[in-house]
């Protein structure tokens, strides 16, 4: 069974089609790269996928479950990391993730914070963590329940090296293990490092959809200014 599956996917915003026709379907234990210039159609593909926006037409599922008609059951099964992660400032990591664990009906906390390497800081206040450690704090929360789909809206961004390092090998860890992993990014050079898999979007349709296996350093990056390049012109024709 696929883990996520896009169903001639469609998104309207009155006069705007921010999403056309997208029909994907993603394999467990894929890390997959989402790609596309701005208003593309990434972000609203991702909150479709979330539950948080209803599809004008089409559907997706996540392990076979339909998200807008089995909304509860189909968000056990992802955890998702926004651009902009919110988190409690007057709550220790611990604390926070602990009270995420219980609203969740469930989650290993130490684990969580052992992954994301946060564990010598999981007690300081979160409101003295660094823009990047919050991104960390949003990512162990993400992984909280163990989901089997993962999603990563820009979330990497404002990570230090060491730090960034550190989440990439955690993220192939995991998909290593079987879950999915559907990061949306601007920076070319980590979605080429990183994912097994690249989706480009254009106009809210799917251009690209390669394996980055074999592909030499800066290929991705001269097909993502090609394929730009061609979608505006037949844009202008």
Avoid at 62 to 81: C, H, S, T
Avoid at 162 to 186: C, E, F, N, W, Y
Wanted: a negative charge.
């Amino acid at each position: 069974m696929s883990a996520v599956v896009f169903e001639k996917l469609r998104k309207e915003f009155g006069k705007v089609v921010a999403v056309d026709e997208v029909d994907l379907s993603i394999e467990p234990g894929t890390f997959v790269g989402l790609i596309g210039h701005n208003g593309a159609g990434k972000t609203t593909t991702l909150r479709m996928l979330m539950g948080l926006l209803r599809p004008t037409s089409g559907r997706v599922l996540i392990d076979g479950l339909d998200v807008m008609a089995n909304p509860r059951e189909a968000r056990k099964r992802f955890g998702a990391v926004p651009e902009e992660a919110a988190v409690y400032p007057y709550l220790t990591a611990r604390e926070y993730l602990t009270f995420i664990a219980e609203v969740r009906g469930g989650g290993d906390v130490e684990q969580a914070l052992a992954l994301t390497g946060l564990g010598e800081d999981a007690d300081r206040l979160l409101r003295e963590y660094s823009q990047g450690m919050r991104r960390k704090t949003a990512l162990a929360a993400a992984l909280l329940g163990k989901p089997s789909v993962l999603v990563l809206d820009e979330s990497l961004n404002g990570l230090d090296p060491p730090s960034a390092a550190m989440v990439k090998a955690t993220l192939r860890q995991l998909v290593d293990q079987g879950t999915t992993v559907i990061l949306s990014t601007h920076v070319i050079e980590t979605v080429q490092a990183a994912a097994d898999r690249v989706i480009m979007l254009a106009h809210g349709r799917v251009v690209a959809d390669v394996s980055t296996d074999g592909m030499a350093e800066g290929d991705l990056e001269d097909m993502f200014l090609r394929l730009l390049e061609e979608t505006r012109d037949a844009g202008r024709s």
